[in-house]
Each structure stands twice: as C-alpha cells, then as structure tokens.
C-alpha cells in the first residue's frame, strides 16, 4: 500500500493520493492510510477489491455499446422523476456560479431495483430501473445489475475502514438503516471529447462536491479529473487525479462530513475535456431514505459542538438533485 501520484497534466499542480488494499491482512495500517486521506482531501484509491478486471472491461464495452446509439434512441429512455435512464449532454448544472451552460457529457442512472407496486418503490430513490431494450443490447441490464451488486460489496467494505477509521464499531454503516438499505446509484458517464475552457465557463464537469456517504469511481485510461483541497482559496489550487487500471477513485460524500463534524472532508472535483473521448463510471453511495444523518458521537465534544442540524438522507439528497440536474419539462417542450 504506497502513495501514487502522476505526471503534471493541465493543473497547477500534481496530486499524491494514498492506495487501500482491500485484500490486505494488516487491517490498521488501511485504516492508519484512510484515515490520512479522509484528513487530507477525502480522495484515495482502492485495490484488489475483488471486481475482476475481465469484468470491469465488460462494464465499460457495455458502457460504450449505450453511448454509441443515435440519439433519438438514448433519449427514448430519458431520465424520469426518480433519476433512472440517460441524462443528455447539457442536462445537468454542477456549479451555476462558473458555468455558462450545464456539463459536456451525457450519462445514465442505474438505482436499486424495486418494483413497482412494492410500498417502497413509493420513495424518492427507489423504483423499477430504465432499461434499454434487450433486443437492441443483449446482456446489457444483466452486466449492470450485477456490476451494481458487486460494487455495493466494495462500497460496505470501504465502508468498515471509514467507521475505524472514526473511531466507531467496523459494521457501524452495515445496520439497517444505513448501508443495510442503501441509496445506491449506478451511473455510466462519458464525455464526448470536447477540450473544457474555463475561462469560458466550459467544463467535463462543474466544480462540485458530491452528495452522500462515498464514491466509487472507475476510469479508463484518460485523464481529466481534478480536486480542489481547499475551496475557499483564492486562486482555487486544482490538481489532476490519475486513472489507475484496476483501481477504483475513492472519494467522501458532503453526508459524511456533516456526519463526521468536518473532520473528514467532502472535497470539491470537476472533469477538464482534453479533446479525448472519455468514459467513466460512478457508483454513488448513500445511506436508507429514512436515516438521520447527525453528528456522530466520536466527532463532538464541548470544544468541538456539532456544525450542522440532523437531517433526514431523503430530504438532503432530493433537493440536491433538484438543484443541480434540468427540468424533465424542458424535454417534453422540445419533443413537441
């Protein structure tokens, strides 16, 4: 388990990020080089996770089969009111204050399945899923059900280390009414090639940080992630994440900073467009609809009082979304 870093790339500057091994019996010292990340800048890299790397290549050929569809196919299974199916280029807004139109890349929501007619598909982030038709992707919905399932298993694993890492029980995250019944979204993400000019408000991806527990990130070989460490800096500091084969890009949500009293941080990102063709996947972790998230008891004291007031996961994470993705309107305008 050593450090990586990578050669200068666009940015100010180079990032060194910390690598857990999840195979690794010396469990303190995961903990010791998680804990140094979530301090740092809440980004790390996690290994032999126990997704194959055979798999992991048909998630991405499968990414790519969706991408490559007309247009007028993708928008056929359109992202509903419960952010399932393809999001357009442009569709979602990350950072209105430097952005003049919404992000250059197009994506697709996969959620935990739950269908309909089940009491539970009633709440905001659980439904049937969108799927394309079979006949036109054969295999598709079956590789990402199963890619979900299994990164559902990193995200819990990475998940014990963090609750060492604070201090807490291993399975603290594991009950019911956190991981136990998580919010887990899918998402296949590629960017068409465009080269990002932030003098002219043209990004990847707007600055941002993301919303809930953790982020699991695949990339492919292209770079064009960075972070920003310190978001009140003037001049922002952003400095290139590298892609690492096999590897996923690990990164805390705002809900485990509010949870962790700003010990750990949430740290801002965004996608720079090099002009190449880039895919990526994210698989956003969050705990149940009806978890409380409030200051955990290992991260408050008389000196250290808590920085924010508890608040339900599905009202934080609806209005979030609702912030930051177009109006489902704007579609139907356009169509008729």
């Given at each position: 388990?050593?450090?990586?870093?990578q050669?200068k790339?666009?940015?100010?500057?180079?990032?060194v990020?910390?690598?857990?091994d999840?195979?690794s019996?010396?469990?303190?010292e995961?903990?010791?080089?998680?804990?140094?990340?979530?301090?740092?800048?809440g980004?790390?890299?996690?290994?032999?996770?126990?997704?194959s790397?055979?798999?992991?290549?048909?998630?991405?050929?499968?990414?790519k089969?969706?991408f490559?569809?007309p247009l007028?196919?993708?928008m056929?299974v359109?992202r509903?009111?419960?952010?399932?199916?393809?999001?357009?280029?442009?569709?979602?807004?990350?950072?209105?204050d430097?952005?003049?139109?919404?992000?250059?890349?197009e994506?697709?929501?996969?959620?935990?399945?739950?269908?309909?007619?089940?009491?539970e598909?009633?709440?905001?982030f659980?439904?049937?899923?969108?799927?394309?038709?079979?006949d036109c992707l054969?295999?598709?919905?079956?590789?990402?059900e199963?890619?979900h399932?299994e990164?559902?298993?990193?995200?819990?694993?990475?998940?014990?280390?963090i609750?060492?890492?604070?201090d807490?029980?291993?399975?603290f995250?594991?009950k019911?009414e956190?991981?136990?019944?998580?919010?887990?979204?899918?998402?296949l993400?590629?960017?068409e090639?465009?080269?990002?000019d932030?003098?002219?408000?043209?990004?990847g991806?707007?600055?941002?940080?993301?919303?809930?527990l953790?982020?699991?990130?695949?990339?492919?070989?292209?770079?064009?992630?960075?972070?920003?460490?310190?978001?009140d800096a003037?001049?922002?500091?952003?400095?290139?994440?590298?892609?690492?084969k096999?590897?996923?890009?690990v990164?805390?949500g705002?809900?485990?900073?509010?949870?962790?009293?700003?010990i750990?941080?949430?740290t801002?990102h965004?996608?720079?467009?090099?002009?190449r063709?880039?895919?990526?996947?994210?698989f956003?972790?969050?705990?149940?609809?009806?978890?409380l998230v409030?200051?955990?008891?290992?991260?408050k004291s008389d000196?250290?009082?808590?920085?924010?007031p508890?608040?339900?996961?599905?009202t934080?994470?609806?209005?979030?979304?609702?912030?930051?993705h177009?109006?489902?309107?704007?579609y139907?305008?356009?169509?008729t």
């Amino acid at each position: 388990m050593e450090n990586y870093g990578q050669s200068k790339n666009g940015a100010e500057a180079q990032t060194v990020l910390n690598c857990i091994d999840l195979s690794s019996p010396e469990i303190q010292e995961s903990v010791s080089l998680l804990k140094q990340a979530c301090l740092d800048c809440g980004f790390f890299y996690v290994v032999n996770h126990g997704i194959s790397q055979e798999f992991m290549e048909e998630v991405f050929s499968q990414s790519k089969r969706f991408f490559k569809m007309p247009l007028n196919e993708k928008m056929k299974v359109l992202r509903n009111e419960k952010h399932r199916g393809y999001t357009p280029v442009l569709d979602e807004l990350l950072d209105p204050d430097t952005q003049v139109r919404g992000d250059y890349k197009e994506g697709y929501y996969i959620g935990v399945e739950v269908p309909e007619g089940d009491p539970e598909s009633e709440k905001p982030f659980y439904s049937p899923n969108v799927w394309p038709a079979s006949d036109c992707l054969p295999g598709w919905r079956e590789t990402m059900e199963r890619f979900h399932r299994e990164a559902l298993e990193v995200a819990k694993a990475v998940a014990r280390i963090i609750a060492l890492a604070l201090d807490l029980d291993a399975d603290f995250f594991d009950k019911p009414e956190m991981l136990g019944q998580a919010i887990a979204t899918l998402r296949l993400l590629h960017y068409e090639g465009q080269i990002s000019d932030p003098s002219k408000g043209m990004y990847g991806a707007g600055a941002h940080s993301d919303y809930g527990l953790i982020t699991l990130l695949a990339t492919d070989e292209v770079a064009g992630l960075q972070i920003c460490k310190d978001r009140d800096a003037k001049p922002q500091l952003w400095e290139d994440v590298a892609p690492m084969k096999g590897a996923f890009i690990v990164n805390l949500g705002d809900m485990l900073e509010r949870w962790s009293n700003c010990i750990f941080k949430s740290t801002l990102h965004r996608v720079l467009g090099t002009g190449r063709e880039r895919y990526s996947i994210a698989f956003f972790v969050e705990p149940s609809h009806d978890c409380l998230v409030e200051c955990l008891p290992t991260c408050k004291s008389d000196k250290n009082p808590p920085k924010f007031p508890p608040i339900k996961c599905e009202t934080y994470l609806s209005q979030r979304y609702k912030d930051t993705h177009a109006d489902l309107n704007m579609y139907n305008k356009q169509q008729t």
